[in-house]
């Protein structure tokens, strides 16, 4: 059997981590909270494969980059068992990987089977049980178990299973002790459910971790879950971490680039700044359903997907960069412009917002061609004037895109404002009614699928 060391500072995820892996294929998983613990190299080296937080905050409240640390001492040791670096570090050489901080039990797994050099033989032969036990601890901190939760009874020698607390029922740490109290060390669930409830565990618990990083830390670092976006929810949404990942990078580099421009660089940064507005979580949002979906699009490959790409962040940070009122924001056709009270100053503004922002863009050098095109035209205006009453099917497929992405966004924001249950379902039908020309309606079609993959 397979020996592999976890070693993280949070209980939650290193309990859903122990828990699917030793069940899933098998391994003898051990674990440990710091890097320190380790005693000696010769220890190190009994375990075939080291799971690591990539950094962690010591109790005078530094941060310890145990990743780092880690590989310099098996590195000095010459211990040449594979290292996997939970959350990113560069270290992508040898026998050493990193994964996204907001991981998934599917990473951690599939790289651990590449590092090790698993054999499909061998996970052939694993088969778990029907059901299988969770230790109870591990649900204090769950809310709405995306699953059907048993406790065994054992009754004239045989092992029954009884359905204690449903799906989306809600549970809390009162409710768990109560059955801790009653000696129960250990939940069920049931076999097919078992990855999908250890994977809701671990991203509440990685949401903890990362936002723990989010003070002194860089606004794009942890942007996905500063603004009530957890990595729970883009899951939902279809959004996976790898383009989490992807839209970050390309901020970062949309940053560079317009760093020299007067004009630009102090909008941006006040946007990028300032997390929690809506401004910045609807750009933000819209941007990693834009990355989600284009691949699937048909645009090209390679060099040309890439291009495409590039663009994206552009469009969504840029297109409404000259409105800083929320209350401009949330204005999107002529009836919420004529319910709005604004001032006509304001009214003027929001009206030419799109053939001004193209403007501002043309003025600077060095950013992808084409994006002021697609910002005009982001209302459905050919001229980024006003806002038109149907649209059309003569605006760049970009902007058709931009245009279904950002009402779907709005509504998300708008249930998340209200606290209303996300039903991301009829958000997606509403669309469909909305939009009558099919070039719009294969944008909602893809949106449909990331939530409902076949
Ligand atoms: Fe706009
Ligand atoms: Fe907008």
């Not at 409710?175 to 097919?192: A, C, M």
């Not at 809506?278 to 691949?295: E, H, M, V």
């Not at 403007?359 to 950013?367: K, M, N, V």
């Amino acid at each position: 059997m397979r020996r592999i060391l976890i070693i993280h500072s949070d209980q939650g995820v290193q309990s859903s981590l122990r828990e699917y892996l030793s069940n899933e294929y098998s391994f003898e998983v051990e674990s440990i909270r710091h890097f320190e613990e380790i005693k000696s190299p010769k220890e190190l080296s009994t375990f075939d494969g080291i799971l690591c937080e990539n950094k962690y905050t010591d109790k005078e409240g530094f941060n310890v980059t145990s990743g780092r640390n880690l590989i310099n001492y098996s590195i000095d040791h010459s211990i040449k068992k594979p290292i996997i670096i939970l959350g990113e570090v560069e270290v992508d050489y040898g026998n050493y990987v990193s994964l996204p901080s907001r991981f998934s039990l599917r990473d951690v797994s599939l790289q651990l089977i590449k590092s090790l050099g698993v054999t499909e033989e061998e996970l052939r032969h694993l088969k778990m049980p029907d059901y299988i036990q969770v230790e109870i601890s591990n649900f204090y901190q769950l809310s709405n178990p995306c699953c059907d939760i048993y406790i065994k009874m054992t009754k004239t020698g045989e092992d029954h299973y009884v359905k204690r607390i449903y799906a989306d029922d809600v549970l809390d740490k009162d409710i768990v002790r109560r059955y801790e109290d009653n000696n129960l060390t250990h939940f069920y669930v049931q076999k097919e459910d078992f990855e999908k409830l250890m994977g809701q565990i671990l991203s509440q618990s990685l949401s903890k971790v990362v936002k723990a990083f989010k003070q002194g830390s860089k606004v794009l670092e942890t942007s996905s879950d500063t603004y009530e976006i957890s990595q729970n929810l883009l899951n939902d949404m279809g959004i996976t971490p790898q383009t989490v990942k992807l839209a970050k990078t390309s901020i970062v580099a949309m940053q560079k680039t317009i760093a020299g421009s007067k004009k630009l660089m102090p909008l941006l940064r006040g946007l990028l700044e300032n997390e929690t507005s809506y401004a910045f979580k609807r750009n933000y949002l819209i941007s990693l359903f834009f990355y989600q979906i284009i691949p699937n699009l048909g645009w090209g490959r390679g060099d040309q997907l890439k291009q495409t790409m590039d663009k994206v962040c552009y469009i969504c940070f840029f297109h409404d960069i000259v409105l800083r009122d929320e209350e401009l924001l949330k204005i999107h056709d002529s009836e919420d412009l004529a319910l709005a009270d604004i001032t006509a100053n304001q009214k003027k503004l929001v009206l030419e917002h799109a053939n001004m922002c193209t403007t501002l863009l043309q003025e600077i050098s060095g950013i992808p061609s084409g994006i002021d095109v697609i910002v005009r035209q982001h209302h459905g205006a050919l001229n980024g004037i006003g806002f038109p009453d149907v649209y059309t099917s003569n605006l760049s497929p970009l902007a058709i895109c931009f245009i279904v992405i950002e009402k779907y966004v709005v509504e998300i924001l708008k249930c998340l404002e209200n606290r209303e249950k996300l039903k991301l379902n009829s958000i997606l039908l509403e669309l469909d009614d909305f939009f009558h020309l099919s070039s719009y309606r294969k944008i909602v079609f893809e949106l449909k699928s990331l939530i409902n993959p076949n």
